[in-house]
């Protein structure tokens, strides 16, 4: 495994550089990799015809469905953790990524974070509306969250138990921020979100946190709970947390990957740019493309088509995912969301509360 | 009572006619509706104008429209008509007026397959109901083509229907529409229909998700017919949206061919059928979700996954029923003997068993069926083609309308 290793902590240096990734040698490098050291994985590229000699251009590496990961075990060694999709049923067919290089993930993520969240190198209390790792050792938002409690957080305090989100001690934790004019970093599942404010509208409670606060939510609302639009939610963010749309950042994100997508405004607002389009942002080391769902070509500039994920940081697993979402590509470097295939299950963190049968 | 409203004072205006022409109907008897009703589906039948129109509705193509049409039109067949009111109602029940029933029934129709107010239309009719029908939103063309043709043929019976389309869920046109009902038969989603129940309580009659399966045994895969050709005709109708759509077909392991090989011919099969009915257009999201179900299936031991023109063909060696994608996806199952059949089925979700089997083996499976909740049986090439005394849900097509709590009923169809 000697060479495995150099090459994550090669690849974690290289994520660190940021800018000067070179995405395409990585690519190919990597393809090599996991073609080696793969084995069902190189069997689905061999029954397509793709070898690492075949592979001109990263566009070629052959993309494994999701789905695989609730087949397969698709690892390229023995994994550090293994990472499992939330699901509302059939618990066996839920999706697992097992994650051999847990560095490189850490440095992803954190990488991505820090770019997207903290432009501003703002050092908040973070308020995890997510369990912790302890309580969900299986969930990868959960230990990304932990990575950025550790590395960013003034004050680090996670707000689902086991008996799901706390909502006394959350509103104790908001009516001192505002009391003490503190800034706060609120990140969790939509759903947690949605669960917070219909209390506050149920008991006409609103806080305005101090400047620089900011949310950061994921997996929308699959679940039980109410459907809140994106608009409905940013607007439940400044009236009930005083908290201003362009400091609300939406995160896409899936177990089977190890690289985020974070909403653009902070990003864009931090850089002096103008807040439209909103899209979906990534580190230098993902890059997305939007497929047509019979050839698996590129759909047209603004069509929608299924997205297909190339993540670097995924090195010691699958770097290429074909996902159930649709989506769009948005102005030259981002991506917007637009739905799931028909048919497709709910999943992805949006279900994490329900799952512990807490919202 | 044309059925074009701007507004739904409008549409509870044309209700509240329906329901005075339907009084006015008097002593007309049974058969003479059931001749107005034959004679108007013969003219339905051959209106230019629907099968021009409705294909890219239905977003389904001309040819299988035309074949959607042609079996719409022949189930409203005044023989079959006047036999099945004596059958629920009693001998001689043709040639008298309709038992005592309801003023009104309402029907909100499912949008997955066209032509479903045709029969909605003529049961309430001949249960002596005034019928006000809400179209789907994939064809909101064919009830009002009907009523058309009805018109044309008996201006009075016309007179005691309705037929409109609004957006689901618009509270105020359903409220025009079903608030004199006593009755609503509604076909939809799961989901649809309890909307609809929490708004129409008692009053409803709810047909929500159902699938259809096909079962194949060594006998039957023997026979000298041909029945891949008739299994592909099946799957192909409707581009597999409807109810009576088979999503699996289970075959029996020891004989011959083999489940594999049965896939694979069942492709081909498939293939020669999109010659003749091409599929009809597909949005992202439907030609997302078959890819992603081939790209599954590629994953899974054992499995198969034969993708061609004509459809999607997955040989799954586990007997499990699991849920396709529509657009002409079928799962091929092993399995040792179809007395498995019922256990393997979900109870109360499958509604139609096409078979293709001796006659013990089909005597055999029917009590397990009925219990099952199946509604029908038939042989494999007619699952499409069910006749107007279809007891859907396991009800009888008239009795129902009337509120009368009958067994629960399985038709075999020779």
């Not at chain 1, 697992?96 to 993930?105: C, I, K, N, T």
């Not at chain 2, 007619?382 to 006749?387: T, V």
């Not at chain 2, 859907?392 to 067994?407: C, E, F």
Request: glycine share 10%; with cysteine.
């Amino acid at each position: 495994m000697g060479s495995a290793v150099s090459l994550a902590a090669e690849l974690v240096a290289a994520i660190a550089t940021r800018a000067s990734f070179e995405f395409e040698a990585w690519a190919q490098r990597i393809f090599r990799h996991q073609f080696e050291r793969n084995a069902p994985y190189r069997a689905f590229c061999e029954r397509r015809g793709v070898r690492p000699e075949t592979v001109a251009r990263w566009e070629d590496v052959p993309p494994v469905p999701a789905a695989a990961f609730r087949r397969a075990e698709l690892a390229c060694g023995p994994p550090e953790a293994i990472f499992r999709t939330s699901g509302t049923t059939d618990g066996a067919a839920r999706g697992r990524h097992l994650v051999p290089h847990l560095a490189v993930y850490r440095a992803s993520a954190l990488g991505a974070f820090e770019h997207f969240m903290l432009p501003d190198g703002a050092h908040l209390t973070h308020l995890f509306l997510v369990p912790s790792p302890e309580l969900r050792p299986d969930s990868s938002l959960a230990r990304m969250c932990a990575w950025v409690g550790e590395a960013f957080g003034r004050d680090v305090e996670w707000l689902v138990g086991g008996d799901g989100l706390d909502v006394e001690r959350l509103l104790a934790r908001l009516a001192d921020a505002e009391r003490c004019g503190d800034a706060l970093l609120l990140a969790g599942v939509t759903s947690a979100f949605v669960q917070l404010f219909d209390v506050c509208a149920a008991r006409r409670l609103a806080f305005r946190l101090g400047p620089g606060s900011r949310v950061m939510d994921t997996g929308g609302t699959k679940g039980p709970e109410r459907r809140l639009s994106r608009a409905g939610f940013l607007r439940a963010c400044w009236t009930v947390l005083g908290v201003a749309g362009y400091c609300c950042v939406n995160e896409y994100g899936m177990t089977e990957l190890c690289s985020q997508r974070y909403d653009s405004v902070l990003r864009d607002r931090f850089d002096g740019r103008g807040l439209e389009p909103r899209r979906l942002l990534g580190p230098p080391w993902l890059r997305t493309r939007i497929l047509d769902p019979d050839t698996l070509e590129p759909v047209r500039p603004g069509e929608i088509g299924l997205l297909c994920h190339h993540d670097l940081a995924n090195v010691g697993s699958v770097s290429v995912v074909l996902t159930e979402d649709l989506g769009r590509a948005v102005a030259p470097d981002g991506i917007e969301v637009t739905g799931r295939a028909a048919g497709a299950a709910p999943r992805g963190c949006g279900l994490l509360l329900a799952e512990l049968g807490l919202s | 009572m044309s059925g074009w409203c701007e507004t739904p004072a409008e549409l509870a205006e044309l209700v509240g006619g329906a329901v005075r022409a339907r009084d006015r109907l008097g002593a007309r008897t049974l058969g003479d509706a059931a001749e107005a009703l034959g004679a108007a589906a013969v003219r339905w039948g051959t209106d230019a104008q629907l099968l021009a129109d409705l294909p890219a509705v239905a977003r389904l193509s001309p040819p299988l429209v035309a074949a959607a049409v042609r079996i719409a039109a022949a189930a409203i067949d005044t023989r079959a008509m006047r036999a099945l009111v004596e059958h629920e109602f009693g001998a001689g029940a043709a040639g008298r007026p309709a038992p005592r029933g309801p003023s009104l029934i309402g029907h909100v129709l499912a949008g997955n397959v066209p032509a479903l107010g045709v029969p909605a239309i003529a049961l309430g009719c001949l249960v002596g109901a005034a019928v006000v029908v809400k179209s789907g939103h994939d064809d909101p063309l064919s009830a009002p083509a009907f009523h058309r043709a009805l018109e044309a043929v008996d201006p009075l019976l016309a007179a005691t229907v309705v037929t409109a389309y609004w957006p689901g869920g618009e509270r105020s046109w359903e409220e025009a529409a079903f608030a004199r009902a006593d009755l609503v038969v509604a076909s939809g989603t799961d989901e649809t229909v309890a909307a609809l129940a929490g708004r129409l309580g008692a009053r409803l009659l709810a047909h929500g998700d159902r699938v259809s399966v096909a079962a194949v045994s060594r006998e039957g895969l023997g026979r000298d017919e041909p029945l891949l050709e008739r299994l592909a005709l099946d799957i192909a109708l409707h581009d597999q949206r409807g109810c009576l759509s088979p999503r699996a077909v289970y075959v029996e392991a020891d004989g011959s061919p083999s489940p594999q090989a049965f896939a694979e011919r069942l492709a081909a099969a498939l293939d020669a059928v999109a010659r003749e009915l091409p599929p009809g257009p597909a949005g992202v999201e439907e030609r997302a979700a078959l890819r992603l179900l081939a790209d599954e299936a590629e994953w899974e031991p054992g499995s198969r996954v034969l993708n061609g023109a004509g459809g999607l063909v997955v040989y799954d060696p586990r007997p499990a029923f699991r849920p396709t994608t529509g657009r002409r996806t079928i799962r091929v199952h092993a399995v040792n003997n179809l007395a498995a059949l019922p256990l393997i089925l979900a109870p109360g979700r499958v509604e139609c068993v096409g078979l293709a089997a001796s006659g013990p083996e089909v005597a055999a499976l029917v009590p397990a069926l009925r219990a099952l909740g199946v509604a029908r049986v038939c042989p494999i090439g007619r699952m499409q083609q069910p006749a107007l005394a279809w007891p859907r849900g396991q009800r009888l097509p008239l009795g129902s309308l009337l509120g009368r709590p009958g067994p629960d009923v399985l038709e075999v169809e020779g």
